[in-house]
């Protein structure tokens, strides 16, 4: 099993930046987090859930929604065990829940997924 808890989420003015964190736990994280991938997804209000961002556990290789990509930045702690999400740039169209997500390497659906954090940015 894993366990995710995301924070970070707030209120900020377009233009502005947040970093989100998720802090990951879990035996089975524990003994494989090497075999997992982390991600970043968001979903607004009456919209569905969108892929932002996600990162190999392991080598932190990322990869990025093409919305995101150039103000966007996901990083990993591995001796936290905590993944992070630098927003700069902020838009409107930004405002949403963001989820923090795992999956195993090789799978194409993610398992565990965070409560969320609401993202608010006003115009």
């Known amino acids: 099993q894993v366990q995710l808890a995301e924070s970070g989420g707030g209120l900020v003015q377009a233009g502005g930046s947040l970093r989100l964190s998720c802090a990951a736990s879990?035996?089975?994280?524990?003994?494989?987090?090497?075999?997992?991938?982390l991600g970043w997804f968001r979903q607004a209000p009456g919209k569905d859930r969108e892929f932002i961002s996600a990162?190999?556990?392991?080598?932190?290789?990322?990869a990025y929604a093409d919305s995101v990509k150039g103000r966007f930045t996901i990083s990993r702690d591995n001796t936290k065990r905590t993944l992070y999400l630098q927003m700069n740039g902020l838009k409107p169209e930004d405002t949403a829940v963001y989820y923090c997500?795992?999956?195993?390497?090789?799978?194409?659906?993610?398992?565990?997924w965070g409560q969320g954090t609401q993202v608010t940015v006003s115009a």
């Open positions: 879990g035996r089975t994280f524990y003994n494989y987090d090497i075999n997992y991938v």
């Open positions: 990162i190999t556990w392991s080598e932190g290789r990322a």
């Open positions: 997500a795992a999956k195993r390497r090789g799978e194409s659906t993610y398992d565990y």
